[in-house]
């Protein structure tokens, strides 16, 4: 959960946009979007499995250098 106190003498824009950096930077927003539709637990592994696939083909790219 987010909480975010108005400073004394903060006008509303200012504050607006520092709680939205705080939401941003704590996550909600992503999960939000993830949990906007249903996904089937095959679509989650496949996706993790691609994730890592890409991951190690960069580190290997890297060790190569």
Same mark, same amino acid.
């Given at each position: ?18 709680? /939205? ?11 939000? /979007? ?23 083909? /960069?580190? /290997? ?5």
């Amino acid at each position: 959960m987010v909480k975010l106190l108005v400073r004394d003498k903060e006008s509303i824009q200012e504050a607006v946009r520092r709680f /939205r950096k705080l939401v941003e930077r704590s996550g909600i927003k992503k999960e939000m /979007r993830r949990r906007e539709y249903y996904e089937k637990p095959s679509e989650t592994k496949r996706r993790a499995r691609l994730r890592a696939e890409r991951r190690s083909k /960069r580190n /290997r790219m890297l060790a190569k250098r």
